[in-house]
C-alpha cells in the first residue's frame, strides 16, 4: 500500500538533486505553504548531518565548507543544526570535537547578544519562503558532501597521568597575540621565538613523560582551514609549520583544508602557530603594498602572491633551521624518543594518505612581492632554541 510523498519530500525531491534556482524555488514554495512541515524538516537536517558525520566531517569541517560555498545565513542555520544534533545524540566524540562544538556554542551566544543589544531578534527568518530556499540550499550542500579521511575522535589521548597544561598554552596564546599586534618587528620576533621555545618544552615535555609511562601515546590529526586567495602558498606556510613541529600536513585543494598528522602538543603547536604567522603575514603584506601602490604600482594580485610564497619559502627555511637546532645537542633518552615518534607520525600520514602528489605553485612572478615577503618572513623569523633538557 503507498502513501502520499509529504511536503518536505516532494520539496527534497525538486530541489536537492538538481542545480538551477528554478528547483530551489518549486522546493522553497511547497515548504512556505506548509507550516506543518517545519518540524520534519528540521529533523531531516539533522539526518544530514549525520550522514556527514559518517562521511568522515566534523562539525568545524562542516561549517567551515559552508561559510565557503554559500553565505552567513546558512552558517547560523548548520550551527543550529550541528548543536541540536549534538544535545540529541550524546555519543562521546572526543576532546577536539567536544571543543567545536563548545565554539559553535559561544559563537551563537555571542551573535544572540549582539542581536539583542541592536534590538533584533537573534535570527531573523524574514519570510517563509526565503527561510525555505536557504534551508534547501544548505540541504543540497550537506547531501553532495564527498566522503573524506576520518579522524579518530578519540584520540589522540595524552600522556597517562599527564596534567592538562592549559596555563602553558595560555601563555603561548598570550605571546602570539602580542606579536600579531605590535607594529615593531623585532618585537614580533622576539615574542614569536619565545612561544617557539615553550612550544618546544610541552612538546619534549610530553614526549619524555609518555616514554618514561609506558603511556599508549599515539599519533593524532586534526583538519586546518586553508581559505582563498593565495591558498597554494597558504598550504606552504602550513607545511613548513607542520614540518617543524614534528607533524605532516596534507593538503586537500578542492576541499579548502589541510590535514595535519602528529601527537597532540605538537598539533596545538602547528594550529597556533601557523595562525599567528598568517596573521603577522597578512599584516605585513598590506602595509608593503601600499607602499608599493603610493610609488604608482597596480599589480596588487601578482604582488600579493608572489609576497606570500616569499613569506612561506623563507619561513620554511628559518623554521627548519630551528627545528635542526632543536635536538642537534641533545643526548640520552630524548633524541630516540623523538626519533620513534617521527616514525609514528610517518606512519599514521601513509596510512591515512597513500596516494598523494606534490604541488608547486604558479604565478610567482613578481620581483618586489617577492622581495618584501623574503624580508617580512626574516623579521617574524624565529631564532634556533638553546638545547632543552
Not at 544548505?138 to 553532495?144: A, G, I, K, N
Amino acid at each position: 500500500m503507498s502513501s502520499t510523498p509529504s511536503t518536505v519530500e516532494r520539496a527534497f525531491e525538486a530541489a536537492l538533486y538538481a542545480d538551477s534556482d528554478a528547483a530551489l524555488d518549486t522546493g522553497a514554495s511547497l515548504l512556505a505553504s506548509d507550516p506543518a512541515s517545519d518540524a520534519e524538516l528540521a529533523r531531516r537536517g539533522e539526518e544530514f548531518v549525520e550522514g556527514a558525520w559518517r562521511r568522515g566531517w566534523q562539525p568545524a569541517d562542516v561549517v567551515r565548507i559552508v561559510r565557503r560555498e554559500l553565505g552567513d545565513t546558512h552558517v547560523r542555520l548548520v550551527s543550529a543544526l550541528i548543536l541540536d544534533e549534538s544535545r540529541r545524540n550524546e555519543q562521546a566524540r572526543g576532546p577536539r570535537w567536544t571543543a567545536q562544538l563548545e565554539e559553535l556554542t559561544a559563537e551563537a551566544a555571542g551573535a544572540s547578544e549582539a542581536a539583542g543589544a541592536s534590538g533584533r531578534k537573534a535570527s531573523p527568518r524574514t519570510d517563509r519562503f526565503s527561510y525555505a530556499t536557504a534551508v534547501l540550499g544548505l540541504y543540497r550542500l550537506l547531501l553532495r558532501l564527498p566522503s573524506i579521511e576520518p579522524l579518530d575522535v578519540d584520540a589522540p589521548k595524552a600522556a597517562a597521568g599527564a596534567p592538562k597544561d592549559s596555563r602553558m598554552l595560555t601563555r603561548i596564546r598570550a605571546l602570539l597575540a602580542k606579536a600579531e599586534a605590535t607594529g615593531f618587528p623585532e618585537e614580533a620576533e622576539a615574542l614569536s621565538a619565545k612561544a617557539q621555545e615553550l612550544m618546544a618544552r610541552h612538546s619534549i615535555d610530553e614526549a619524555l613523560l609518555a616514554a618514561r609511562t609506558h603511556a599508549k601515546d599515539a599519533p593524532g590529526a586534526c583538519r586546518i582551514g586553508v581559505d582563498p586567495p593565495y591558498e597554494t602558498a597558504k598550504a606552504v606556510l602550513l607545511d613548513a609549520v607542520s614540518k617543524a613541529n614534528r607533524c605532516r600536513a596534507v593538503w586537500n585543494e578542492a576541499l579548502g583544508f589541510s590535514t595535519v598528522v602528529g601527537f597532540e602538543p605538537d598539533l596545538e603547536a602547528v594550529e597556533l602557530l601557523y595562525t599567528s604567522l598568517l596573521v603577522q603575514a597578512t599584516a605585513a603584506m598590506t602595509k608593503a603594498e601600499t607602499a608599493q601602490r603610493a610609488g604608482g604600482r597596480k599589480r596588487t594580485k601578482s604582488f600579493r602572491q608572489s609576497f606570500l610564497a616569499a613569506y612561506a619559502h623563507r619561513i620554511g627555511d628559518r623554521l627548519a633551521e630551528a627545528a635542526e637546532g632543536q635536538v642537534t645537542a641533545s643526548e640520552g633518552e630524548l633524541l630516540p624518543v623523538l626519533a620513534a615518534r617521527d616514525v609514528a607520525v610517518a606512519d599514521e600520514a601513509e596510512r591515512m594518505f597513500p596516494a598523494t602528489v606534490t604541488t608547486r605553485l604558479r604565478g610567482v612572478n613578481d620581483a618586489a612581492g617577492w622581495e618584501e615577503g623574503a624580508a617580512a618572513a626574516d623579521r617574524a623569523q624565529v631564532r634556533a632554541r638553546p638545547p632543552l633538557r
